[in-house]
């Protein structure tokens, strides 16, 4: 049982466009949401998190919005750089849910 | 400040050994948790210590295990390893219990191949 899909494996983008990543929840417990970021051989850095009090949180180039009717969280970059490629994985957690449950990744490649 | 530390960064084990992998955390950090990737599965949640003691756990058998030491470090041990446990293992920190609300920070990961 997936509580956490990112249903899109993959997402290319030109350079300096939007890119926007998706992902669906269907565990109501969960009320704090993250985005990471991998690259090849290391391990994720944490990019962004939202949580469920809020429906947008900003920091620079990456937003998130959160739309808990629908269960569903998007991570929009702008402008995307071809530094930006590599696999985004949002996560959920919360306070009667104490694991940390990851979707399976997208992969983002942004062309020059 | 130094990040999450894993060792060992890469090994190769037959099946049926066991192996033990451990991680630092960050200074001050408390929770440690442990996650496996796999291709096409993304992170699976193994377990979770905060303050020497198991939380939660995920859905892995028992030949996974783990513990914390006084100091905040952890180790985790898989026995009776099989070629499906190739992997690589990510260990996580943070100040607070997951489910806090916090943000949790990964080491490099250790690279483990059965064969």
């Known amino acids: 049982d997936q509580q956490v899909k990112q249903n899109s494996p993959s997402l290319s983008v030109q350079e300096g466009r939007i890119s926007i990543l998706n992902c669906d929840y269907t565990?109501?417990?969960?009320?704090?949401f993250l985005w990471y970021k991998k690259y090849p051989a290391e391990g994720p850095t944490f990019l962004i998190s939202i949580s469920s009090i809020k429906d947008k949180n900003e920091d620079g180039r990456f937003t998130v919005f959160l739309n808990k009717s629908a269960k569903h969280l998007s991570l929009h970059i702008v402008p995307s750089q071809p530094g930006d490629s590599a696999v985004y994985f949002c996560?959920?957690?919360?306070?009667?849910?104490?694991?940390?449950?990851f979707g399976t990744g997208t992969r983002l490649l942004v062309s020059p | 400040k130094a990040g999450v530390t894993q060792t060992p960064r890469y090994l190769i084990k037959t099946r049926g050994q066991q192996v033990t992998l451990s991680c630092s955390p960050i200074s001050g950090h408390r929770s440690v948790s442990w996650y496996q990737q796999t291709p096409g599965q993304g992170l699976q949640f193994l377990f979770e210590?905060?303050?020497?003691?198991?939380?939660n756990k995920g859905n892995f058998p028992g030949r996974f295990s783990g513990r914390q030491f006084s100091n905040s470090r952890s180790e985790m041990n898989v026995s009776t390893l099989e070629l499906g446990d190739s992997a690589l293992y990510l260990c996580a920190s943070s100040p607070d219990p997951l489910g806090s609300g916090n943000t949790i920070y990964f080491g490099e990961g250790s690279w483990l191949t059965v064969v």
């Open positions: 565990n109501s417990m969960f009320d704090y």
């Open positions: 210590y905060f303050s020497e003691t198991q939380r």
């Open positions: 996560a959920a957690s919360g306070r009667r849910f104490q694991k940390l449950v």
